[in-house]
């Protein structure tokens, strides 16, 4: 069975770093490219950033352009999103995807609050 | 980036036929944009219903298609059940990033 499970997630303030990190289990990790997204309260879901399966190709939707950094570690069958600079409006369950959109993780939340 | 524009609600009867779309601000939306739709519940993570414009999950109710319809995606729910009132969002690639659409809410009533 596949299963994401994020953790990380919690309350900053404006300005500050957060590292969410997603363990994988139930299938070959190293084999899928990756995603993050998110759903802010009462809004739809945001596509964030993808990482393909070597961790040599990222790439981010413009409001986390040059914030946020997304990575893997094959070994350990996680998948990290570096999160810095963060805004009010990044708050957010952030999940992780696995390359088809097929499997979700449960989510965790990052809230950006003073 | 491309803004991915849905209709913000729609009502269908239970038994009924309705067709959510989802259009794209670059233009006509195209297989090459290798179109999802997904069903989200409350307090639920999004499932994929749809992928690739047409092609249907495991999962995928039997009544529940894809296809693509005067230049937008369209997903079409043919025998409405009551379960089936839920949001519903679609995806779109442009050359490798990704764009949800806003969402539909469908009622079944």
């Known amino acids: 069975e596949v299963q994401l499970v994020e953790s990380g997630g919690g309350l900053v303030q404006p300005g500050g770093s957060l590292r969410l990190s997603c363990a994988a289990s139930?299938?070959?990790?190293?084999?899928?490219?990756m995603h993050w997204v998110r759903r802010g309260p009462g809004k739809g879901p945001v596509w964030v950033s993808r990482?393909?399966?070597?961790?040599?190709?990222?790439i981010y939707a413009d409001s986390v352009k040059g914030r946020f950094t997304i990575s893997r570690d094959n070994a350990k069958n996680t998948l990290y999103l570096q999160m810095n600079s963060l805004r009010v409006d990044d708050t957010a369950v952030y999940y992780c995807?696995?390359?088809?959109?097929?499997?979700w993780g449960q989510g965790t939340l990052v809230t950006v609050s003073s | 980036q491309a803004v991915v524009t849905q209709e913000p609600s729609l009502t269908v009867s239970p038994g009924g036929t309705v067709t959510l779309t989802c259009a794209s601000s670059?233009?006509?939306?195209?297989?090459?944009?290798?179109p999802y739709w997904f069903q989200q519940k409350p307090g639920q993570a999004p499932t994929a219903l749809i992928y690739?414009?047409?092609n249907k999950h495991s999962w995928t109710p039997a009544r529940f298609s894809g296809s693509l319809l005067g230049g937008k995606a369209a997903l079409i729910l043919s025998g409405a059940q009551p379960e089936d009132e839920a949001e519903y969002y679609c995806l779109l690639s442009y050359t490798g990033a990704w764009v949800f659409g806003g969402g539909t809410k469908l009622t079944v009533l």
């Open positions: 670059t233009g006509p939306v195209t297989s090459g944009h290798y």
């Open positions: 990482i393909n399966s070597y961790g040599s190709s990222t």
């Open positions: 690739d414009t047409g």
């Open positions: 995807v696995r390359r088809d959109f097929d499997s």
């Open positions: 139930g299938f070959t990790f190293s084999s899928y490219w």
